[in-house]
């Protein structure tokens, strides 16, 4: 948290990591700063003058609304450059751009003149992780958090199990599957050819790899032309995480055959029940024989 550089800030605080939407507040300085969405901590670290490093003077605060932080006109993060129309107004250089360089506020021009002290606020703005609440330490420049979001590990994952709320990070979601719902799940071996047999009325078949290992989660769409089946690891998508590729083969009554597989298996933390866009095998109904019941193959193994 504390940094030696000169004046740099700090945000640290959940508040600041709850932005799916930007929201733009009427009038920020009104919001409360008990609970409001964009209240943050602000860490100031104050070092002394070139001569007289003796002494370092930490300063803290509350910034009382990120939403200062992001251009007034698109409501994006603020990146530099900035610039002013010369009343003050603000707005990104894409902004500017989109305005053909008047300012919405005043009309005056805008895009000439920098508003350097706002480049340099932003450019001071460290803000966490939006899963620093479970766990993840890392900071961003403002703006950048919700990119590396995306790819945190530490996200959370939820059981597949049906009418269970389990939400966590993914080797804990792991072990509570195993601890509560072994019962209902196959169990795969990396690099073993294993069967996947599923009731389309049941739609999801949970693999687990040996104990407690990482879940994949085989899913099947019924459509008029067939059926169509997906499988997809629960994880996050962070590098290293459970990085699987596979081969699902399905065995028709009249013995034909058919295969699909993916190098990068797909990792979802949430398994969703609408009709997949992408990553799906579609087994045609006429390979269906009638039959209620899919008999597939699979085969996963981990990518080194
Ligand atoms: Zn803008
Ligand atoms: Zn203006
Ligand atoms: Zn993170
Ligand atoms: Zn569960």
Redesign the pocket.
């Known amino acids: 948290m504390v940094r030696d550089t000169n004046a740099e800030q700090v945000l640290a605080g959940e508040a600041s990591s709850s932005r799916p939407k930007r929201q733009r507040l009427s009038s920020p300085v009104e919001e409360e700063a008990e609970g409001g969405e964009n209240v943050g901590e602000v860490t100031a670290t104050v070092a002394a003058g070139d001569d007289e490093v003796t002494t370092t003077e930490v300063r803290s605060g509350m910034l009382m609304d990120l939403d200062l932080l992001d251009c007034p006109v698109c409501c994006h993060p603020l990146t530099n450059p900035i610039f002013q ?5 603000i707005a990104c250089s894409d902004c500017c751009t989109n305005l053909r360089n008047k ?6 021009p ?1 895009g000439i003149h920098r508003c350097r002290i706002m480049e340099r606020v932003v450019e001071a703005t460290m803000v966490p992780c939006p899963n620093a609440k479970h766990g993840c330490t890392d900071k961003f420049p403002y703006g950048e958090e919700l990119d590396h979001e995306k790819e945190c590990s530490f996200a959370l994952c939820y059981c597949p199990a049906p009418d269970c709320n389990y939400a966590g990070l993914c080797n804990d979601l792991y072990r509570h599957y195993h601890a509560n719902h072994r019962g209902c799940c196959e169990t795969f071996t990396c690099g073993f050819n294993g069967d996947a047999w599923m009731h389309i009325s049941d739609k999801i078949l949970v693999l687990q790899e040996g104990r407690g290992g990482p879940l994949v989660a085989v899913q099947c769409f019924e459509e008029e032309q067939g059926v169509n089946v997906t499988v997809n690891c629960i994880a996050p998508f962070a590098p290293g995480v459970s990085e699987f590729s596979y081969q699902l083969s399905y065995y028709s009554h009249g013995g034909k055959t058919m295969s699909f597989g993916l190098f990068e298996m797909d990792r979802i933390q949430k398994v969703s029940f609408e009709t997949p866009e992408k990553d799906f095998m579609c087994v045609p109904r006429y390979f269906l024989d009638g039959r209620e019941s899919l008999k597939m193959k699979i085969c996963i193994r981990r990518r080194d």
Do not use: A, E, F, Q
Not at 103 to 108: A, D, E, F, I
């Open positions: 129309c010369d009343n003050g107004h300012c919405p506020s005043c009309t005056l805008i």
